[in-house]
């Protein structure tokens, strides 16, 4: 079957779009600022968590050179609890760029596909996003949903996490924009792909099922193609409470790498799923804890390469902190953790502590 996107597909897809497209915080907009807050948001998160977000962030960083000029710290503390931390300091580091760069304050960013990929923390599929939607410029959006879409429209056999499945895709979507917006157009794919054409799709009512290979084949859960998914392993750690004055250790990590910038508690994990004793005792001696003694609990959370399970414990100094493992240490108040940037991981020890010692920390509660 002929790889192409018909005048007839795009009119349709897009009188489609028309009638469902969804209302959205950012869409219709035209501030290039605006739409590459939320397409940074929008990368591995749901549209109604990125609804919750994308205000508070507006409202702290209204254009690219507050977003620029603030701290690291607290452009992590916003983006808290959205994950992949990544995507926030790149666009940390792209803000600081595009106000390095910028040729006035009125019209800073570039208005093209290939000079907003030399924008740090910019990869092709944000680059043809702001571009196309802010400038019209045709770049095509390729994200996971219309990778499906496209998979089923031509029935593709290759696999979608492929290099090679991106480019085949991006050159067949930009020559189908046939007089469409290419803004408009790359969202409306990604609608279909959102509404319509999901992994258990309702074909029956779909725009293109007339010119679908795999609806016309009644193959349609046979694509997209992909490879068989690793098992995802389990890592297990500990984290500890060390106290002193009824105020908590916490440490902040490298800037650079998994997590990068934000605060936890002191601990580690293990490319391992069962706890290592010589792991915990070696972590005890090296930071010179004493009175180490578990809580009882257990924390787990899931990333996208790894489960973590993490067993808390309680702790002491036995001389002042010093490690070389993280960039900072800081005491911190039970109920001041809300004023840095944590993990998720770490705010979900904090509810823990927070329901297992009401009254303040687990130090306060035995001094009453």
């Not at 992949?84 to 803000?95: D, E, W």
Request: charged residues 25%; positive net charge; proline residues 6%.
């Amino acid at each position: 079957m002929q790889k192409h996107i018909s005048k007839n597909m795009a009119d349709a897809l897009m009188a489609w779009f028309g009638h469902h497209r969804r209302t959205m915080p950012w869409r219709g907009s035209d501030d290039p600022y605006h739409i590459w807050v939320s397409e940074m948001m929008l990368q591995q998160t749901q549209v109604a968590t990125v609804e919750n977000y994308y205000p508070k962030w507006i409202a702290r960083f209204p254009d690219v050179f507050s977003l620029a000029a603030a701290d690291l710290e607290d452009v992590l503390k916003i983006w808290e609890g959205l994950g992949y931390y990544t995507r926030a300091r790149n666009f940390h580091k792209g803000a600081k760029y595009i106000a390095e760069h910028a040729k006035d304050r009125k019209s800073p960013f570039p208005d093209n596909y290939e000079e907003w990929l030399k924008v740090p923390g910019v990869g092709p599929y944000t680059a043809a996003a702001v571009s196309s939607i802010a400038f019209g410029y045709p770049a095509a959006v390729v994200d996971g949903n219309v990778k499906r879409v496209m998979a089923r429209l031509f029935c593709l056999d290759e696999d979608i996490a492929t290099q090679k499945y991106h480019k085949m895709l991006f050159e067949i979507m930009n020559r189908g924009f046939h007089g469409h917006h290419p803004g408009w157009v790359n969202q409306a794919w990604m609608e279909l792909g959102s509404l319509q054409c999901t992994p258990r799709p309702d074909c029956s009512r779909c725009p293109l099922n007339g010119d679908c290979c795999a609806y016309k084949a009644g193959k349609t859960q046979r694509y997209p193609v992909k490879a068989e998914k690793k098992k995802i392993p389990v890592r297990c750690g500990a984290a500890f409470v060390v106290l002193h004055k009824n105020r908590m250790l916490m440490v902040r990590r490298h800037a650079e790498g998994f997590l990068g910038g934000l605060w936890e508690f002191p601990g580690y994990t293990l490319k391992s799923d069962r706890p290592d004793p010589l792991a915990f005792a070696e972590f005890i001696r090296e930071h010179r804890l004493v009175n180490v003694r578990p809580l009882g609990r257990s924390v787990r959370h899931t990333y996208s390469h790894f489960h973590q399970r993490i067993d808390l414990f309680s702790a002491e100094l036995e001389v002042p902190w010093e490690s070389n493992a993280w960039a900072e240490a800081r005491r911190i108040g039970l109920d001041e953790l809300g004023s840095v940037p944590c993990s998720r991981l770490t705010i979900k020890i904090a509810g823990i502590l927070d329901e297992k010692y009401p009254h303040g920390s687990p130090e306060r509660e035995e001094n009453n």
